[in-house]
C-alpha cells in the first residue's frame, strides 16, 4: 500500500460526458501527479501540482482540467469525453525532492 | 531532452531462470533512475533507485540494478524468477536536479513459465 488512494476504482460513462476523479496523496506529500495510462500511448503524464499551485503540464488535453485543494487532495476532471479517453488515470504523490509514490488507479471506460 | 529506450516489450523466463529487463536513456547528464513494476489491475510501484553512490543498486523482491554510465544503461536483473515476477516492468528518468519530470519508458511485460 503506497499511501495515496484513488476514487473511484472504476467508472463507466458515455462520450459527451464529464467526470471527477480524486485523489488524496500520502500524508505529508505536497506534490501530487497525474498519469493516463492507456495501451496505445503508454503511461503519459497529464500535470502536477505542488501545494496547491500548478508546476507542470505534460500532455493534457484542453478538455482536462484538475486542482489541489487546501487539504492537499487533488481532484482530474474530465469533460466532453471521447471513447478514446478510456484508459487508466493515475495519480501520484512526492514529498519535496522525493520518489514519486502511485496510487492503485482509475479505470475509465467510455462508451 | 531525456527519453527512455526498453528493449524487448515482451519477456519470457523460466522459473528458476535468470531475469534481464534492459533499460537505456538518453541524458545530456547521468540523470536519477527508477524502475517501477506493475502488477495486473494495480498501480505502480517502486521496486528500486539510483541517485548517487554506489552504481549497483539493491531493491525488493531480489531485483537489483546496475546504472554504467558509459553505456547509457540500467538494466534490472533477478537472479532466480518467480511466478510472482509476472508483472509489466518500466524504466523511468528524471532530471539530477529535481524528482517531478519524471520520463517513463514504454514498459516490459515479463512473463514466468512454470
Known amino acids: 500500500d503506497s499511501g495515496v488512494t484513488q476514487t473511484p476504482k472504476h467508472l463507466i460513462t458515455a462520450t459527451g460526458q464529464r467526470v471527477t476523479l480524486r485523489c488524496s496523496p500520502r500524508?505529508?506529500?505536497?506534490?501530487v501527479y497525474w498519469y493516463q495510462q492507456s495501451l496505445d500511448q503508454g503511461l503519459q503524464f497529464l500535470i502536477q501540482?505542488?501545494?496547491?499551485?500548478?508546476?507542470a503540464k505534460g500532455n493534457i488535453l484542453e478538455r482536462f482540467s484538475a486542482q489541489q485543494f487546501p487539504d492537499l487532495h487533488s481532484e482530474l476532471n474530465l469533460s466532453s469525453l471521447e471513447l478514446g479517453d478510456s484508459a487508466l488515470y493515475f495519480c501520484?504523490?512526492?514529498?519535496?525532492?522525493?520518489?514519486?509514490?502511485f496510487g492503485p488507479g482509475t479505470r475509465l471506460l467510455v462508451l | 531532452a531525456q527519453s527512455v529506450t526498453q528493449l524487448g516489450s515482451h519477456v519470457s523466463v523460466s522459473e528458476g531462470a535468470l531475469v534481464l529487463l534492459r533499460c537505456n536513456y538518453s541524458?545530456?547528464?547521468?540523470?536519477?533512475l527508477f524502475w517501477y513494476v506493475q502488477y495486473p489491475n494495480q498501480g505502480l510501484q517502486l521496486l528500486l533507485k539510483?541517485?548517487?553512490?554506489?552504481?549497483l543498486v539493491k531493491g525488493i523482491n531480489g531485483f537489483e540494478a546496475e546504472f554504467k554510465k558509459s553505456e547509457t544503461s540500467f538494466h534490472l536483473t533477478k537472479p532466480s524468477a518467480h511466478m510472482s515476477d509476472a508483472a509489466e516492468y518500466f524504466c523511468?528518468?528524471?532530471?539530477?536536479?529535481?524528482?517531478?519530470?519524471?520520463?517513463f519508458g514504454p514498459g516490459t511485460s515479463l512473463s514466468v513459465i512454470p
Open positions: 501520484a504523490s512526492s514529498g519535496v525532492q522525493e520518489t514519486q509514490y
Open positions: 500524508s505529508g506529500d505536497l506534490s
Open positions: 501540482y505542488y501545494n496547491g499551485e500548478e508546476r
Open positions: 541524458s545530456s547528464v547521468p540523470p536519477y
Open positions: 539510483y541517485t548517487t553512490g554506489a552504481t
Open positions: 523511468a528518468v528524471s532530471d539530477r536536479s529535481s524528482y517531478d519530470k519524471v520520463i
